[in-house]
C-alpha cells in the first residue's frame, strides 16, 4: 500500500471509529511501521487540517464533533476504485449514450488517468482492455439529450416535439420529467404528460426540438412511478393486465433460469429438465418479441390470446418463407 491509499484508509478508519484507534491497530490495518503511522497522522492533522485527536498511548480518532463534516480534500479514492470507475467510464463510452456523456465524462477521466500515473506509476488507461458490443443502440442526438437529463436533475418542466416509432405522427409535449432510464441499450425520458394527463415513456432518440421551460416540474411519489412503469414486463408496461407463463427446452433452460426477465418473476424447473417461467405483463409486443426470439426452444402456455399472438406471429412468419 502506498502513501496516497494510505493516508486515504487512515482516514476511513479514524472517521468510523467510535473510539480511539491504538497504533498497534493502525500498524495491521495500513501495512507499516509504528514510524509510518505518526508520520501519516503527522501529515493528517497538519497538512490536511485533518481533526486528529489523542496519544500514543491511548490512540487516536477524529474529534467528535468534526468527524462528520470532515472530508479529504479533492478526490482520494484508491488504486481499485479508480480503476473501477475507469472501466465504468469505458463502458458507458462504448455504449448506446456513451458518445453523448463521454464528452461530459472526459474531464473526470483525465483527472483520474492522472492520478493514478502520480500514485501507481501507470500513465495509461489500456482501453483496448475493456470489450463491450453494444446491442442494435439507437443514435442519439446529443443536444437533446443534454437538455432532456437537464430537466431531469434541475426538475424543471421539458417541451418537445415527439414522433412515435409506432405511427410516425409528430406531436407537441408538455411534460414533467420523473427520471431517465437507460434501457436495452436506449434511453428513455419517464415523464408526466400534461396534455394527457397520464404517466408516459418516451424514447429519447424520437425527441427534438426540446427546450427547458421555467415552470418546476411536477413530482410524483417512486412508488407510483414503479405501479405505473415498472409492475409489469417491458418499457411501456403500465398496470399489469396478466400474467404470462413460457415454458423453455431443457436446451435453454439454464439459460433462462439465470436472466432478470422482471422484480416480480417466478420460474421453476420441471420434472424433465424444462423451465417454467412466470411474469406479469400488460402490452404484449415487447414480451411477444423476446419469447420468439428463442424459437422452437420457447412455449406460451398461459394466458390462450397471448399463446394465440404468438401462433399468429409464427404464421406469418412462416408465410413470407413460403412464397
Known amino acids: 500500500m502506498d502513501r496516497y491509499e494510505r493516508i486515504n484508509a487512515l482516514h476511513r478508519i479514524l472517521k468510523a471509529a467510535r473510539?480511539?484507534?491504538?497504533?498497534?491497530?493502525?500498524?495491521?490495518?495500513?501495512?507499516?511501521?509504528?514510524?509510518?503511522?505518526?508520520r501519516d497522522l503527522a501529515f493528517l492533522r497538519d497538512a490536511l487540517m485533518a481533526p486528529v485527536e489523542g496519544d500514543g498511548e491511548a490512540g487516536f480518532r477524529y474529534a467528535a464533533?468534526?468527524?462528520?463534516?470532515?472530508?479529504?480534500?479533492?478526490?482520494?479514492?484508491?488504486?481499485?476504485?479508480?480503476?473501477?470507475?475507469?472501466?465504468?467510464?469505458?463502458?458507458?463510452?462504448?455504449?448506446?449514450?456513451?458518445?453523448?456523456?463521454?464528452?461530459?465524462?472526459?474531464?473526470?477521466?483525465?483527472?483520474?488517468?492522472?492520478?493514478?500515473?502520480?500514485?501507481?506509476?501507470?500513465?495509461?488507461?489500456?482501453?483496448?482492455?475493456?470489450?463491450?458490443?453494444?446491442?442494435r443502440g439507437r443514435r442519439l442526438d446529443e443536444a437533446s439529450f443534454r437538455i432532456v437529463a437537464s430537466a431531469v436533475l434541475e426538475r424543471r418542466q421539458l417541451a418537445f416535439e415527439y414522433r412515435a416509432r409506432s405511427t410516425d405522427e409528430a406531436t407537441r409535449r408538455r411534460v414533467s420529467p420523473q427520471r431517465i432510464t437507460h434501457y436495452r441499450d436506449?434511453?428513455?425520458?419517464?415523464?408526466?404528460?400534461?396534455?394527457?394527463?397520464?404517466?408516459?415513456?418516451?424514447?429519447?432518440?424520437?425527441?427534438?426540438?426540446?427546450?427547458?421551460?421555467?415552470?418546476?416540474?411536477?413530482?410524483?411519489?417512486?412508488?407510483?412511478?414503479?405501479?405505473?412503469?415498472?409492475?409489469?414486463?417491458?418499457?411501456?408496461?403500465g398496470e399489469p393486465k396478466g400474467w404470462a407463463t413460457i415454458v423453455f427446452s431443457p436446451k435453454v433452460a439454464r439459460w433462462v433460469a439465470d436472466e432478470h426477465w422482471h422484480s416480480r418473476q417466478q420460474g421453476r424447473f420441471l420434472p424433465d429438465g424444462r423451465y417454467e417461467l412466470k411474469l406479469p405483463y400488460s402490452?404484449?409486443?415487447?414480451?411477444?418479441?423476446?419469447?420468439?426470439?428463442?424459437?422452437?426452444?420457447?412455449?406460451?402456455?398461459?394466458?390462450?390470446?397471448?399463446?394465440?399472438?404468438?401462433?399468429?406471429?409464427?404464421?406469418?412468419?412462416?408465410?413470407?418463407?413460403?412464397?
Open 19 to 38: 473510539y480511539p484507534v491504538t497504533v498497534p491497530r493502525l500498524q495491521e490495518e495500513l501495512g507499516c511501521s509504528r514510524a509510518t503511522v505518526y
Open 65 to 135: 464533533n468534526e468527524s462528520d463534516r470532515f472530508e479529504l480534500p479533492g478526490l482520494w479514492l484508491s488504486s481499485e476504485e479508480l480503476h473501477a470507475l475507469l472501466a465504468s467510464q469505458q463502458l458507458l463510452r462504448r455504449t448506446g449514450g456513451g458518445g453523448v456523456l463521454s464528452s461530459m465524462l472526459a474531464p473526470l477521466q483525465q483527472r483520474i488517468e492522472g492520478l493514478l500515473a502520480a500514485q501507481a506509476g501507470s500513465n495509461r488507461w489500456p482501453v483496448e482492455r475493456v470489450r463491450v458490443i453494444p446491442h
Open 186 to 237: 436506449n434511453w428513455y425520458l419517464d415523464a408526466w404528460d400534461h396534455d394527457r394527463e397520464a404517466l408516459r415513456s418516451f424514447a429519447v432518440d424520437r425527441i427534438s426540438h426540446a427546450r427547458l421551460l421555467d415552470e418546476a416540474a411536477t413530482d410524483l411519489e417512486e412508488g407510483v412511478l414503479d405501479q405505473q412503469l415498472a409492475s409489469s414486463y417491458g418499457i411501456f408496461s
Open 283 to 323: 402490452v404484449p409486443r415487447e414480451l411477444l418479441m423476446d419469447v420468439l426470439h428463442y424459437g422452437a426452444d420457447a412455449e406460451i402456455v398461459e394466458p390462450p390470446m397471448l399463446r394465440e399472438q404468438a401462433k399468429t406471429l409464427l404464421a406469418l412468419a412462416l408465410a413470407q418463407y413460403d412464397r
